[in-house]
């Protein structure tokens, strides 16, 4: 197998008005040697105050389909500011950001929300769910927002939350859950309208050891089952040996 299948992926991603999504009996189409997401000489810079600082100085990478890849670096080396440019809520000031055949850096605003909202899930280190919502309820809330007909609503609930080891927990509300159940929760949320790609920021940070293992082995078990590729960043030594590829940032370059 290729290194890829080897072994052991800003912002509520508030989808509004969605063109109802595929039905439920569902195949992805990948080509494995074709990059999902490819980021050619990224720089960004932000304007603050008089001056501008250089963020990104010069990024390549490229996300294959079914891939674990991670991004580690200190706090500060520019991390967060490349996942949102991956995810298209940002633009770069230079270079290009490919997903899967549209070009980001061309793209309006608008084109790049409706891809977004078809395409990518997000997962926050705070979890993003709505508190008063139960589990099953937040999960509902990501399939009407991505304009999911009903009808595949509570199939589509049940099978998520299913997949990340909440079958027994759906009714609960996030503070009658753990830190890593609310996670869980959030990432049935992330997957449940299918996109390609899982962008998690720092999704481990706030979790002892057991329980981010737990997710990393949710994440295993949906690059397999929903057939979706993840890019999450990490410091963590442990979760990092989970990666099928790990870029590592220090003040805005990648170093090897
Ligand atoms: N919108 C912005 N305006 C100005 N500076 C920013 C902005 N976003 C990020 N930065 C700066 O970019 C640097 C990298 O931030 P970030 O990407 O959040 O790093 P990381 O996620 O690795 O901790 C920080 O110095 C941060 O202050
Ligand atoms: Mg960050």
């Known amino acids: ?29 990948i080509t494995p040697h074709t990059p999902l997401l490819r980021v050619s000489d990224v720089h960004r810079s932000f304007q603050v105050g008089g001056g501008k600082i250089d963020v990104l100085k010069g990024i390549e990478m490229e996300l294959r389909p079914l891939q674990l890849v991670m991004l580690k670096g200190r706090s500060g080396s ?19 950001i490919v997903f899967q055949e549209h070009a980001f850096h061309h793209s309006s605003d608008d ?7 078809k395409e990518i899930g997000f997962i926050f280190q705070s979890y993003a769910l709505m508190p008063l919502l139960s589990a099953w309820e ?5 399939l009407r927002m991505a304009g999911t007909p009903r009808s595949q609503w509570k199939e589509r609930v049940h099978h998520c939350l299913d997949l990340v080891g909440l079958g027994k ?31 998690a920021d720092e999704p481990t940070a706030e979790l002892d050891s057991q329980m ?11 690059i397999a089952t929903e057939q979706v590729t993840i890019c999450m960043t990490t410091h963590d030594p442990t979760i990092l040996e989970d990666a099928d590829h790990v870029y ?9």
């Open 78 to 96: 520019g991390k967060t500011t490349l996942l949102n440019l991956i995810g298209g809520l940002d633009l770069p000031t230079k270079g290009e």
């Open 1 to 29: 197998m290729t290194s890829w299948f080897r072994k052991k992926g800003t912002l509520e991603t508030i989808a509004l008005e969605e063109e109802p999504l595929a039905s439920s009996s569902f195949t992805r189409s």
């Open 138 to 142: 937040n999960v509902e809330l990501a």
């Open 169 to 199: 927990r759906m009714h609960h509300r996030p503070y009658e859950l753990s830190g890593g159940e609310q996670q869980r929760v959030a990432i049935a949320k992330a997957i449940a309208h299918r996109p390609s790609l899982i962008l």
């Open 212 to 222: 981010g293992a737990q997710i990393m082995s949710v994440f295993r078990n949906i």
């Open 248 to 256: 590592e940032m220090v003040d805005g370059r990648f170093v090897t």
């Open 111 to 117: 084109d790049r929300t409706l891809i977004r909202r």
